[in-house]
C-alpha cells in the first residue's frame, strides 16, 4: 500500500512563499505521475500541477508563472514550489500519485494565504 505524506503548509502573506513536499512510501514513486491538487472551502477538488515519470510537467493557468513542480526520484518526494502567492490560493492541498490502476491520497496540507 502506498503511502503520501504533505508537509510545508501553513500560514503566509500575500506575495510570500512557501514550498510543500510529498513523501511517497515503496519502490514505485519513479515509475509513477504525481500531481498536487487543492480544494478550497465549498469548491471542487482541482488540479494544481504535475509531472509524468520522465519529468514533463503540466499547470493550471491560475498558477502558470507562480508555481513549480518537481521531483527527486532518490528521496521518493515531489515538491510544489509556490511563490507570489494570493490569497486565492488559500485551499488545503493534496498529493497525488498515479500508476497503472492505481490512484493514492495525501491528507492533505492546509495553505492559508492572508495578512
Known amino acids: 500500500q502506498v503511502q503520501l505524506v504533505e508537509s510545508g503548509g501553513g500560514l503566509v502573506q500575500p506575495g510570500g512563499s512557501l514550498r510543500l513536499s510529498c513523501a511517497a512510501s515503496g519502490s514505485i514513486f519513479s515509475r509513477a505521475s504525481m500531481g498536487w491538487y487543492r480544494q478550497a472551502p465549498g469548491k471542487q477538488r482541482e488540479l494544481v500541477a504535475a509531472i509524468t515519470r520522465s519529468g514533463s510537467t503540466n499547470y493550471a493557468d491560475s498558477v502558470k508563472g507562480r508555481f513549480t513542480i518537481s521531483r527527486d526520484n532518490a528521496k521518493n518526494t515531489v515538491y510544489l514550489q509556490m511563490n507570489s502567492l494570493k490569497p486565492e490560493d488559500t485551499a488545503v492541498y493534496y498529493c497525488?500519485?498515479?500508476?497503472?490502476?492505481?490512484?493514492?491520497w495525501g491528507q492533505g496540507t492546509q495553505v492559508t494565504v492572508s495578512s
Open positions: 497525488n500519485m498515479q500508476i497503472g490502476q492505481g490512484n493514492y
